[in-house]
Nanobody
Framework: QVQLVESGGGLVQAGGSLRLSCAAS????????????MGWFRQAPGKERECVAA????????YYAASVKGRFTISRDNAKKTVYLQMNSLVPEDTAIYYC????????????????WGQGTQVTVSS
């Protein structure tokens, strides 16, 4: 009934860029997608999952982790039921599996809760 599918991951050299996409589908989102906050999380081997960016349902509020601020940009297209993460000036420390998630509450999403999660896409940054 609910599906979040990430794409756009891959291998990139340090200093390069990637654009991740997360497309939502399913009955739950058919009429209510625009009411969900959406976020991008990442988890590197041996590390806890962290929220790197989140965006409110309207796009008026955004959150960025300190480590990515100024380099990553989150955006959403409610008509396409898709959220994006533009990642520039990538560094090896950005290597992780990146997940998208949605929650009806923006603040809850930022701290790591999520009503629904994608399967993740691998991002590897080589030095």
């Amino acid at each position: 009934q609910v599906q979040l599918v990430e794409s756009g991951g891959g291998l990139v050299q340090a200093g390069g860029s990637l654009r991740l996409s997360c497309a939502a589908s399913g009955r739950t989102f058919r009429r209510t997608f625009s009411s969900y906050a959406m976020g991008w999380f990442r988890q590197a081997p041996g590390k806890e999952r962290e929220c790197v960016a989140a965006i409110s349902w309207s796009g008026s509020s955004t959150y960025y982790a300190a480590s990515v601020k100024g380099r990553f940009t989150i955006s959403r297209d409610n008509a396409k039921k898709t959220v994006y993460l533009q990642m520039n000036s990538l560094v090896p420390e950005d290597t992780a599996i990146y997940y998208c998630a949605v929650d009806t509450n923006f603040d809850s999403l930022v701290v790591g809760t999520g009503d629904y999660w994608g399967q993740g896409t691998q991002v590897t940054v080589s030095s």
